[in-house]
């Protein structure tokens, strides 16, 4: 069976479960036995939509109660305000997910899926994150099965990358 290594490395700046103190690990470039298929490096500066969607809304557009599952208070956006790339301290380019209070004290955010664009069955994967603290802040990162819009969560399975709360 052919080993196979997905990585993308993604600077989000929206919640803690590393303080700014601790050493930043520098990820290896490969590994032994594995082939890179795919990666996102943000290098373009762009969130391309070859590889990336936003899922929008409250959760009520897709059947759930609004506030998703977890009573989230944000509305997710396609909002360049929301999700933009820019350059790290050390000039790398990093996608930056960021929660906005609106007028009347609601919240926007943005969620980034790759449903639709990017599957994978057996892997690796590695991510590189940068976050922040903040109270109330929920960041997670989640893989569900590509066939979640015909047998639904939980039938369609999840595995938990991170998630901080």
Same mark, same amino acid.
């Given at each position: 069976m052919k080993r196979v290594l997905i990585y993308?490395?993604?600077?989000?700046?929206?919640a803690?479960?590393?303080?700014?103190?601790e050493d930043i690990i520098t990820p290896p470039t490969g590994y032994e036995?594995?082939?890179l298929v795919w990666s996102h490096e943000f290098d373009d500066n762009s969130i391309?939509?070859? /590889?990336?969607?936003?899922? #929008?809304?409250d959760g009520a557009n897709?059947?759930?109660?609004?506030?998703?599952? /977890?009573?989230?208070?944000? #509305?997710y956006t396609n909002d360049a305000a929301n999700a933009f790339i820019e350059k790290d301290a050390d000039e790398v380019s990093a996608l930056v997910i960021a929660a906005n209070e609106e007028a009347g004290g609601s919240f926007s955010s943005a969620k980034l899926?790759?449903?639709?664009l990017q599957t994978f069955r057996y892997g690796r994967i590695e991510a590189r994150m940068k976050l922040t603290t903040g109270q109330g802040m929920w960041p997670t990162i989640w893989m569900l099965g590509d066939n979640i819009t015909h047998v639904h969560w939980p039938g369609c399975g999840e595995v938990d990358i991170m998630e901080c709360h």
């Open positions: 993308g490395f993604i600077l989000f700046s929206i803690a479960c590393k303080s700014d103190d036995g594995y082939t391309s939509n070859l /590889n990336w969607t936003y899922e #929008l809304g897709y059947g759930l109660p609004p506030g998703l599952v /977890n009573e989230e208070k944000q #509305l899926i790759t449903q639709g």
